[in-house]
T-cell receptor, first 114, second 113 residues
Framework: DQQVKQNSPSLSVQEGRISILNCDYTNSMFDYFLWYKKYPAEGPTFLISISSIKDKNEDGRFTVFLNKSAKHLSLHIVPSQPGDSAVYFCAASGDYTNAGKSTFGDGTTLTVKP | NAGVTQTPKFRVLKTGQSMTLLCAQDMNHEYMYWYRQDPGMGLRLIHYSVGEGTTAKGEVPDGYNVSRLKKQNFLLGLESAAPSQTSVYFC????????????FGPGTRLLVL
């Protein structure tokens, strides 16, 4: 049973437009959500996070929205740049019956075309 | 400040051989993790450690062992490698699991023939 799902394996957008990456979760105990970005041949790096007490967190071109009732979060990148092309992983944590460890989605490959 | 480093970067093994992957972090983090990533899949947790001298199983622990003898090091061992263990292995560390931002190493690509 996959508790964190990223249903779109890939997304392609034009430079300058908005990229929206989606993530759904099933475990209502999750209370902290993170997005990681991964370039080929590198490890994932932290991008942005949101606590369940908020519904939005913004950092420059990156905004994460959380809809707790729908158990859904999304990452918006505006404007998208070719350097944003990478794999984006959604992660959720807070289930302390599971030592609070993060659970990762399968990732979405974003391609930003010049 | 090197962050999280992994040794080796790439290794080819024959079925049945053993090897140890080394992870080191210089951020004084308590928590360390070993993940594997297979094509089209996310990061699956193999084992983790919440402090020096402690280890615990993750989602996919079979065929692997770990040790955390020093706070800064987390070792992943394969006693008898199998082709199913062909993967990219990532080590990560974090200060805590409460609001855990994990810092990842660059990965070790392992091919088991």
């Amino acid at each position: 049973d996959q508790q964190v799902k990223q249903n779109s394996p890939s997304l392609s957008v034009q430079e300058g437009r908005i990229s929206i990456l989606n993530c759904d979760y099933t475990n209502s105990m999750f209370d902290y959500f993170l997005w990681y970005k991964k370039y080929p041949a590198e490890g994932p790096t932290f991008l942005i996070s949101i606590s369940s007490i908020k519904d939005k967190n913004e950092d420059g071109r990156f905004t994460v929205f959380l809809n707790k009732s729908a158990k859904h979060l999304s990452l918006h990148i505006v404007p998208s740049q070719p350097g944003d092309s990478a794999v984006y992983f959604c992660a959720a944590s807070g289930d302390y019956t599971n030592a609070g460890k993060s659970t990762f989605g399968d990732g979405t490959t974003l391609t930003v075309k010049p | 400040n090197a962050g999280v480093t992994q040794t080796p970067k790439f290794r080819v093994l024959k079925t049945g051989q053993s090897m140890t992957l080394l992870c080191a972090q210089d951020m004084n983090h308590e928590y360390m993790y070993w993940y594997r990533q297979d094509p089209g899949m996310g990061l699956r947790l193999i084992h983790y450690s919440v402090g020096e001298g402690t280890t615990a199983k993750g989602e996919v622990p079979d065929g692997y062992n770990v040790s955390r003898l020093k706070k800064q090091n987390f070792l992943l061992g394969l006693e008898s490698a199998a082709p199913s263990q062909t993967s990219v292995y990532f080590c990560a560390s974090s200060y805590s699991t409460a609001q855990e931002t994990q810092y990842f190493g660059p990965g070790t690509r392992l091919l088991v023939l």
